[in-house]
C-alpha cells in the first residue's frame, strides 16, 4: 500500500509533537495477524484481504505528528477509517500493530488501571450523540469525569460551574439533557470533555448531527474556545468545508490510509493525487488561499518586467486570494507581497485568474 503523502509540521510548532502515531493499522477478524502479515509480504489490496482471510482493513499504516495546540482535523468519506483511527488514540479500540506516542507516554505499553488514569487525566472525547446522561442534571454531568477522580462535591461542582460559564449555559446547570436543544446538549458535552482540564480532545463528529445554521454557530464558539484554551485537538469530520474552516492542518483518509496530510491551502493548491484533487474541487479557493501561494519570486518578475512601479500596492503574504482580487479589480499594477517587512514577491492580475480558473495541478 502507498506511503502518506505529507507536508512539514508548522514553522512555529513546538519541536516534540504532543501524540505521535506511528505504523498503526487496525485489521478486524480472527485472521488480522495473519492478514497483516500477508500484506506486508505481499501488497494485498483491501479487497483480497477480505477475500483470503475473512478479514477488514479499517486503518492501514497510518504514521502522522500533531502538534501542541493545534487543531488537526481527519476527515474522509464514509468507511475511510477516520472514526477507528481515533479510537486508537485512547486505546478504546487496540491495533494490531504500531506504535502510539502522547506527551511521551507509551500507551499501547499502559495496563489497564494506568490506561484508565490515563484516559480520565489526559484525554477529553467529544461523540456525535452528545452521550449525556438523562437522569443526571447538566451540571452533574459535567461534573461526572471530576466524579470519577474522587474530587470532593463542592470544588467538582465549582470547576463544573465555570467550565458551563465558558461554553454560556451557566443558567441551565439544574435542567435534564431532554430540556435542551441539540446544540445546547453538545455544548454539555464539550463542557464535560472540558471539565477535568484534558491535555488532549478527541472529537468525532460532533457537529454532524445539528441543523446547518447551529453547526456553524457551534464551529465559531467552538474556534473562540479553542483561541483560549489552547487544547491539542483531533478533529474528526466528514465535510470538508468544516475542516477548512476548523483546522490548523487537515488529514484525508481513504480505505484507511491517510494519502495526504497538509494545510488547507497545501491541500487545495496541491493535491496529493486524483482523489484529492476530486475531494477538493469544490472548495472555494477564495478564502484558503493565501498571496504566498500565488505570488512569483521577485527576482523573477524583475528579470521579465524591469523594476516594480514605486506607487505598487503591497500586501503581508497571509492576505487571502478574494482580498488580491479585489485589489486587482482596481487597478493592473502588480502587486508586492512582504513578510516583515522585506519583499518576498510579486501578484499580477494573470496570476490572481490563473489560481481562479485552473489552480494548480496534481504533481
Known sequence: MPEPAMSSPQADAADAPVIEISNVWKIFGKNADAALEAIRKEGLSKAEVLERFDAVVGVADVSLEINEGEIFCVMGLSGSGKSTLVRHFNRLLEPTAGKIMIEGTDVMALEAQDLRHFRN?????????????????????????????????NERMRLAANILKTVELEAWGNKFAHELSGGMQQRVGLARALAADPDVLLMDEPFSALDPLIRRQLQDEFLNLSNVMKKTTVFITHDLDEAVRIGDRIAIMRDGMVVQIGTAEDIVMHPADDYVADFVAGISRLKVVRAHAVMRP???????????PADAARVNESESLSTLIHMAIERDAPIVVEDGGAEVGVVTRRDILHTVIEGTEVS
Open 121 to 153: 487525566r489526559k484525554i477529553g472525547m467529544v461523540f456525535q450523540n452528545f452521550a449525556l446522561l438523562p437522569h443526571r442534571s447538566v451540571l452533574d454531568n459535567v461534573a461526572m469525569p471530576l466524579e470519577i477522580r474522587a474530587v470532593n462535591k
Open 298 to 308: 521577485l527576482a523573477e518578475f524583475e528579470a521579465e518586467h524591469g523594476a516594480l
